[in-house]
C-alpha cells in the first residue's frame, strides 16, 4: 500500500522544484492571464467601438439616416468632420473609417441616377477594417433601399421565429472564447508539467535517488500527479475569478465549485497522459514534440473549436475516448447553461473512467521504464 507521508512529502518535493523553474512559473502566469485576455479578445467576427468620421456634403434626409444608422456597440457615434478632417484623422489613427457623401446624393437618388459614397478605411487596424467595411455596407444598402422604397421592408411570413439567446444576448465572441481558453490552459499545463516534472528528475539524475529510497514507482506517479494538478486547478480556479469574470467581465452562470470538480476528475485523465508522454520521450524537445502531436488533436476534434455534430460520425465516437471531449462537455453545460450534477453525471463518470485508464497505463510505463 502507497505511504501518504511519502506521497505528500514527494509531492511538496514536486512544488518546490517546480518554484525553482522560472520557465515554467512564467508559463503558468502568462498562461492563464494575458493568455485568456488574448485568446477571447484577439480578431473579433464584428466590429467593436469602431471609430467613423463622416463627411456630409448633402446634409438631407437620408445622408443623416445613414449617419444615425451606425450605432453601438458596433460603431462609436459617428462624428461629422470637414474634407480637410478626413485624412488627418485617418493618418493619427483617429477614425478607422470615414464617409463622404456627396452633394445631391438624396436627390440623385430619387430622380434614378447613380450615386456613390466614398468609405476610406485604415487597413492598420486589421482588427476591424474587413469585417467592419462589410458591417458598413450592408447598412447602407438596407437603409438607401428602404427609403427608397418609402417604407422600411418588413415581408409578412405565415410562420415566424422568435429567437431568444440565453446566456449570450449579443453574441459577443469573448464570452465563448474566454472559458473555452481556460479549457484549453487546464488540458495544455496539466500535461506539460507532469510530463516535465518526469523529464526534469531523469535529466538532473534525482531519479536514481528515488529509486534507493523506500518508495515505490506508484508513489512516485501519486505525488506527480497531485501536485501539479493541484497547481493547474488554483491557477485556473484565479483565472476564471480574476481574468474571465475581474477582466473581462464575462458572467460565469453555474457553479464554480462543480466545475472544479469536473476539472479535478479531467486533471486525473491528463496528469497520468503527461506521466505516459515523460516515459516515452527521452528529452524536453521530445515531449514538446509529442504534446504538439497529440494536444492539437485534442483541442480540435473534441468539440471546443467547432461542434462536434458537424464531424464524422468515426471521429465523434472516437473522440470519446479522449477526457477532454467529456470536460468541455461538461464545462460548458455548468459555465453558460447553469447545469447541476443531474445533467453532468455522464460525463464525471467518463472522466473517472478515463482518468483510471490512462493512470493504470502510465503506471505500468513508468514501472518498466525505472527498472
Known amino acids: 500500500m502507497p505511504s501518504l507521508g511519502n506521497i505528500l512529502q514527494l509531492g511538496i518535493k514536486e512544488l518546490r522544484s517546480l518554484a525553482r523553474d522560472p520557465a515554467m512559473v512564467l508559463l503558468i502566469l502568462y498562461a492563464f492571464s494575458l493568455s485568456i485576455h488574448t485568446s477571447a479578445t484577439a480578431v473579433p467576427e464584428s466590429p467593436h467601438r469602431a471609430t467613423v468620421g463622416v463627411v456630409n456634403e448633402d446634409a438631407s434626409t437620408l445622408s443623416w439616416r445613414l449617419m444615425d444608422a451606425l450605432q453601438m456597440p458596433y460603431f462609436l457615434p459617428p462624428e461629422s468632420i470637414t474634407r480637410e478632417q478626413m485624412d488627418t484623422g485617418m493618418d493619427s489613427g483617429r477614425f478607422t473609417f470615414t464617409l463622404d457623401i456627396p452633394p445631391d446624393f438624396q436627390r440623385d437618388l430619387l430622380g434614378g441616377r447613380g450615386a456613390e459614397i466614398q468609405l476610406n478605411v485604415d487597413a492598420t487596424q486589421v482588427s476591424q477594417a474587413f469585417t467592419g467595411a462589410g458591417h458598413i455596407q450592408q447598412i447602407m444598402n438596407a437603409e438607401v433601399a428602404e427609403f427608397l422604397a418609402r417604407h422600411r421592408a418588413e415581408p409578412v411570413m405565415p410562420v415566424e421565429a422568435v429567437i431568444r439567446t440565453a446566456y449570450n444576448p449579443n453574441l459577443d465572441r469573448a464570452w465563448f472564447g474566454a472559458i473555452n481558453s481556460v479549457i484549453d490552459q487546464i488540458t495544455m499545463l496539466s500535461i506539460i508539467l507532469t510530463g516535465a516534472a518526469l523529464i526534469r528528475e531523469r535529466e538532473h539524475g534525482t531519479i536514481e535517488h528515488l529509486l534507493v529510497m523506500p518508495i515505490t514507482p506508484l508513489e512516485i506517479m501519486l505525488a506527480k500527479v497531485w501536485s501539479m494538478a493541484a497547481v493547474v486547478l488554483v491557477a485556473s480556479a484565479l483565472a476564471l475569478r480574476l481574468v474571465v469574470q475581474g477582466w473581462l467581465e464575462v458572467p460565469v452562470r453555474g457553479s464554480l465549485e462543480l466545475f472544479l470538480l469536473g476539472a479535478a476528475l479531467h486533471l486525473f485523465a491528463t496528469t497520468s497522459m503527461g506521466?505516459?508522454?515523460?516515459?516515452?520521450?527521452?528529452?524536453?524537445?521530445?515531449?514538446?514534440?509529442?504534446?504538439?502531436?497529440?494536444?492539437?488533436?485534442?483541442?480540435?476534434?473534441?468539440?471546443?473549436?467547432?461542434?462536434?455534430?458537424?464531424?464524422?460520425?468515426?471521429?465523434?465516437?472516437?473522440?470519446?475516448?479522449?477526457?477532454?471531449?467529456?470536460?468541455?462537455?461538461l464545462a460548458q453545460?455548468?459555465?453558460?447553461r447553469g447545469?447541476?450534477?443531474?445533467v453532468i453525471w455522464p460525463q464525471l463518470l467518463a472522466l473517472a473512467a478515463i482518468g483510471a485508464g490512462f493512470f493504470v497505463i502510465a503506471l505500468s510505463r513508468l514501472r518498466r521504464s525505472l527498472q
Not at 453545460?333 to 453558460?336: E, M
Open 333 to 336: 453545460a455548468v459555465l453558460f
Open 339 to 342: 447545469a447541476g450534477v443531474a
Open 275 to 329: 506521466i505516459l508522454f515523460g516515459t516515452l520521450a527521452r528529452s524536453m524537445p521530445q515531449l514538446g514534440l509529442l504534446i504538439i502531436l497529440v494536444l492539437i488533436p485534442l483541442q480540435i476534434l473534441s468539440g471546443g473549436m467547432t461542434p462536434r455534430e458537424s464531424m464524422p460520425e468515426l471521429v465523434q465516437q472516437i473522440m470519446l475516448a479522449a477526457p477532454t471531449t467529456h470536460f468541455i462537455q
